[in-house]
């Protein structure tokens, strides 16, 4: 087995609401390859999203130990984390999040502006199918591409981790194979460790594996066959 990218020991994740503790994450255990694609599967409040957000360095756990390669993320400062943020995490979101008065090339050079060796936006962009559009501005762009434009943006500093939760929840069937190509092509070609978070049992296949998540719990670990193409995905 190769050396993990990430890896998890007892992951826990608890909340307070008041005089009530919700625990999101209860005693995760997990481990990504370098350059595999992973599904976390799971209806909304299993922790899905939770542990995406501990992976990213959004958030810090309750106890269990993270690491990422040879960085203890659990206990690295908010300085350490800002940098493994900025120079090793890509974030894909359900929502776009694109700047209304920027071109898409201007939206993803916002991203290269403070990475340490980045792609060029035009190259970001043409990597996604979208070279023909990089002048246009998010309100001329279809939510399928204005996706494949903040995939863009997330792909552009060349991160070694891509997180994307819920890419294709505000989108339809058809644009969303065609974003789920994208990331798929993305992870293929530069490698990056892709965990990909939905609630669709549907998408399941695209990945090398799936992570099945129930009240905070891997429940079930699957391993693929074979990959299937996005084009061959039906919900």
């Known amino acids: ?4 990218a990430l890896s998890a020991v007892a992951l826990t994740k608890r909340y307070h609401m008041g005089e009530v503790e919700v625990a999101a994450l209860q005693g995760v255990d997990l481990s990504l390859a370098p350059g595999e694609l992973v599904i976390l599967l799971g209806p909304s409040g ?5 542990l995406l957000n501990l992976l990213g360095g959004l958030d810090t756990p309750t106890s269990g130990t993270l690491h990422f390669g040879a960085l203890e993320l659990t206990s690295a400062d908010e300085a350490a984390l800002t940098r493994y943020r900025r120079s090793e995490v890509g ?3 359900q929502f776009y999040n694109l700047i209304p008065s ?3 090339e ?4 916002l991203i ?6 980045p792609m060029a936006p035009a190259e970001a962009l043409a990597l996604v199918g979208l070279a023909d559009r990089r002048d246009h501005f998010p309100s001329q762009l279809s939510g399928g591409q204005q996706q494949r434009v903040a995939i863009a943006r997330a792909i552009a500093k060349r991160p070694k981790l891509l997180l994307c939760d819920e890419p294709t929840g505000a989108l339809d069937v058809a644009t969303g ?4 190509d994208a990331i798929a092509q993305v992870n293929r070609e530069l490698g990056a460790t892709t965990a990909l978070v939905t609630h669709n049992a549907a998408i399941a296949g695209l990945g090398d594996r ?12 699957h391993q693929n066959e074979k990959r299937a193409n996005a084009s061959e995905l039906s919900w």
């Open 1 to 4: 087995m190769p050396t993990p």
């Open 46 to 50: 299993s922790g899905k999203s939770t």
């Open 91 to 93: 974030f894909v979101f």
């Open 102 to 104: 920027l071109t898409a």
């Open 106 to 109: 201007e939206n993803v050079a």
């Open 112 to 117: 290269t502006e403070i990475a340490e060796a």
């Open 177 to 180: 194979r065609v974003v789920l």
């Open 210 to 221: 799936v992570l099945h998540f129930r009240d905070g719990r891997i429940v079930e670990r």
